[in-house]
């Protein structure tokens, strides 16, 4: 299942690989393959890894997103907003 959230363009990490080293960029994809490069290495250098040696990122929290509250005085009877509105 993992090549098909990873597609060419995307930036991986490997398992176990040091914080200073920078993501890898996915090069391409095959079927239990993928080839990585560094931004700095020459275009046609290219790492082959198997898609179980990339490290998987932890989904991030959910967002909720937080309605405001409505209070007593933002409740406005129908019949009375449109007599207001008429006036």
């Not at 250098?45 to 405001?68: C, I, K």
């Amino acid at each position: 299942m993992a090549s098909l959230t990873i597609r060419p363009g995307s930036r991986v990490r490997l398992k176990g690989q040091d914080q200073h080293v920078p993501d890898f960029l996915v090069v391409g994809c095959s079927h239990h393959h993928c080839w990585l490069r560094q931004q700095n290495w020459h275009p046609e250098a290219r790492l082959m890894v198997t898609f179980s040696q990339l490290e998987v990122a932890e989904a991030p929290p959910p967002v909720v997103l937080h309605t405001p509250q409505a209070s007593a005085t933002n409740v406005i009877c129908l019949a009375t907003y449109r007599q207001r509105r008429a006036r």
